[in-house]
């Protein structure tokens, strides 16, 4: 095998990988999200009662955030990439990757995983 094509299957691993950590990460967030937003709704949480409601509000809104960055990663991007068309999906990368870091607090670490896994591609 060519020199050039060993570092082409390198760099779709190491695509690969950063997209699936990415979209590992972002589910299981999502995962604890639920989990957090049904301990409120069932009373178990230790709060006051009167941060209850803001505080389910801000975790459901995570959770929706992390519902749709979940279809995205896994759905669109790692999808295309494990198919080896990682370039078709370059501008979903670099969207999904800024918007999650800017936009959801917890799926900051999946966004920066994103971003790297686009410059790798990229470079």
Same mark, same amino acid.
Do not use: H
């Given at each position: 095998?060519?020199?050039?094509?060993?570092?082409?299957?390198?760099?779709?691993?190491?695509?690969?990988?950063?997209?699936?950590?990415?979209? &590992?990460?972002?589910?299981?967030?999502?995962? *604890?999200?639920?989990?957090?937003?049904?301990?409120?709704?069932?009373? *178990? %949480?230790?709060?006051?009662?009167?941060?209850? &409601?803001? *505080?389910?509000?801000?975790?459901? %809104?995570?959770?929706?955030?992390?519902?749709?960055?979940?279809?995205?990663?896994?759905?669109?991007?790692?999808?295309?990439?494990?198919?080896?068309?990682?370039?078709?999906?370059? &501008?979903?990368?670099?969207?999904?990757? *800024?918007?999650? %870091?800017?936009?959801?607090?917890? %799926?900051?670490?999946?966004?920066?995983?994103?971003?790297?896994?686009?410059?790798?591609?990229?470079?």
């Amino acid at each position: 095998m060519a020199k050039s094509a060993r570092r082409a299957n390198n760099k779709q691993d190491v695509v690969l990988t950063l997209t699936g950590i990415a979209a &590992s990460l972002q589910i299981t967030f999502t995962v *604890i999200g639920i989990m957090a937003l049904a301990a409120l709704l069932l009373g *178990i %949480s230790t709060l006051p009662i009167n941060f209850n &409601s803001l *505080i389910g509000l801000l975790v459901f %809104s995570f959770i929706v955030l992390g519902v749709v960055w979940s279809f995205v990663d896994y759905s669109i991007i790692y999808k295309q990439v494990k198919k080896g068309n990682s370039r078709s999906v370059s &501008s979903i990368m670099i969207v999904s990757g *800024i918007l999650q %870091s800017v936009l959801s607090g917890p %799926s900051i670490l999946p966004g920066i995983l994103i971003l790297i896994a686009w410059a790798i591609e990229n470079k």
